[in-house]
């Protein structure tokens, strides 16, 4: 059976230093952690602010881990590896 496929949205705001370690950072772990099981949404919220009150978007970079189930949201520059992949469910937290 194959695995279920992460749907990861990342909202930042502009192209700030937080924000770009962020992008790095998830994409580091993605590719080192799921492979080829998901995908990556980055939503500008200078570019399109209306989309962080949909999703209640309150501090950046936020990334909302849409599937599987449950929904989680991290927010920060994603710079804590253990702590990003217990909030995506990849490992136990100990």
Do not use: F, W
Not at 66 to 90: E, H, Q, Y
């Amino acid at each position: 059976m194959e695995a279920e496929k992460y749907k990861l949205c990342l909202y930042v705001a502009g192209k700030t230093q937080k924000s770009n370690n962020a992008i790095e950072n998830l994409k580091k772990y993605c590719e080192n952690e799921l492979k080829d099981q998901y995908t990556i949404e980055i939503i500008d919220l200078l570019e399109h602010p209306h989309l962080a009150e949909g999703e209640q978007i309150i501090a950046v970079p936020s990334l909302i881990k849409k599937l599987p189930a449950p929904m989680r949201v991290l927010v920060g520059d994603l710079s804590d590896k253990t702590k990003v992949l217990v909030g995506l469910n990849l490992v136990n937290d100990k």
